[in-house]
């Protein structure tokens, strides 16, 4: 194991010195977030600290702690002009806002309702370089940009094993946390089977808000066969979705007028879908190329079908038909 390359030769090797340094740093912040988690049961941070988010989750302590860790590293960086964040309502600057060429979007804990039952939990983030001239200060104008825009993502899954997951627009590594605390490469990068396992995974227990076209193409799935598998945190649920297929809902909501999708397009849906699509896969909001959508605010929201080719395409002709 010691032979697999680690992710700083990896980055040094294969991106420009300054993005290496970004996701270098990303990734040492992610670990830390790891290890909070991973030891959270024993620290007074567990349960909920009684506050919400701009869309009005409960926000959980630890969802403040890997917030305010990933905040402090961004802040504290050169590289970065200014950040935002799914558990903070604006734009959040950094000490080098006229200067630093990059901008990030992260959900510092993503699926923390899986926190309690000891469930995986992951961080995912996206960057984009910015657009405001240097020498002004970063402006909202950086971050509401479409996925087409992202010259990285990635995301830590903090699970049986914590894996570092990212691009930088060629391909999709993955790098798993040795017993020395490296991350090391797990091997070749990450394809979507296409056919892959025939996996369907969406939360049943929402079907009653779901179009009817939607709900009748999962009972075509039920009855063809097909397995459920739902984690309920969409970096883990897209992570076994690249490694081996199927399609991933969160769909529209059609009961509410406001919030159509609950996943939010900047922190999610946008670092992830970019993942799933250099995986080969497709990722759409339902109706077209999520990557395309451009964020109107920091926390837009969207429903979400991601998943091999053929999954997608069959679920288009379904839904459309
Ligand atoms: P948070 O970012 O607040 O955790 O919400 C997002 C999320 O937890 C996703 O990670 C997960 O896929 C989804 O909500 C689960 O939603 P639902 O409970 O509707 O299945």
């Known amino acids: 194991m010691r032979t697999r390359p680690t992710l700083s030769e990896h980055l040094e090797a294969s991106t420009s010195p300054a993005l290496a340094g970004l996701i270098g740093l990303l ?5 830390g977030v790891g290890e909070v988690v991973r030891t959270g049961p024993l620290a007074v941070a567990r349960g909920r600290s009684g506050e919400t988010n701009p869309t009005g989750d409960v926000i959980h302590r630890l969802d403040l702690v890997a917030h305010a860790d990933v905040s402090r590293a ?3 960086s050169q590289l970065v002009g200014c950040f935002a964040s799914e558990e903070e309502e604006g734009l959040l600057h950094g000490a080098s806002t006229t200067t630093g060429p990059y901008c990030v979007v992260f959900d510092p804990l993503d ?6 039952s000891n469930g995986p939990v992951a961080s995912i983030f996206g960057v984009f370089e910015r657009v405001t001239p240097a020498g002004t200060p970063c402006s909202m104008a950086d971050v509401l940009r479409p996925g087409t825009d992202l010259v990285a993502a990635g995301y830590a899954v903090f699970s049986a094993s914590t894996q570092f997951v990212f691009s930088t627009g060629d391909g999709v590594e993955v790098f798993t946390l040795d017993d020395m605390g490296e991350l090391r490469s797990s091997g070749a990068g990450l394809e979507v089977p296409d056919p892959g396992r025939r996996i369907f995974s969406v939360n049943d227990g929402r079907a009653h808000t779901w179009a009817p076209r939607v709900r009748g193409y999962v009972d075509t799935l039920r009855e063809g066969g ?6 309920g945190t969409m970096a883990a649920d897209v992570h076994r979705l690249m490694r081996h297929g199927g399609i991933y809902m969160h769909p529209a909501n059609e009961m509410a007028r406001a919030r159509r999708g609950k996943l939010r397009l900047l922190f999610e849906a946008i670092p992830l879908g970019y993942l799933l699509e250099l995986a080969g896969g497709v990722a759409t909001d339902g109706e077209s190329p999520i990557l395309q959508v451009r964020p109107g605010t920091l926390h837009q929201q969207v429903p979400v079908v991601f998943g091999s080719t053929g999954e997608v395409a069959r679920f288009m002709d379904f839904t459309r038909s």
């Open 226 to 231: 097909y397995t459920a598998r739902y984690v």
């Open 27 to 31: 990734a040492r912040t992610l670990l």
């Open 111 to 116: 699926g923390s309702n899986n926190l309690d």
């Open 74 to 76: 961004l802040r504290e």
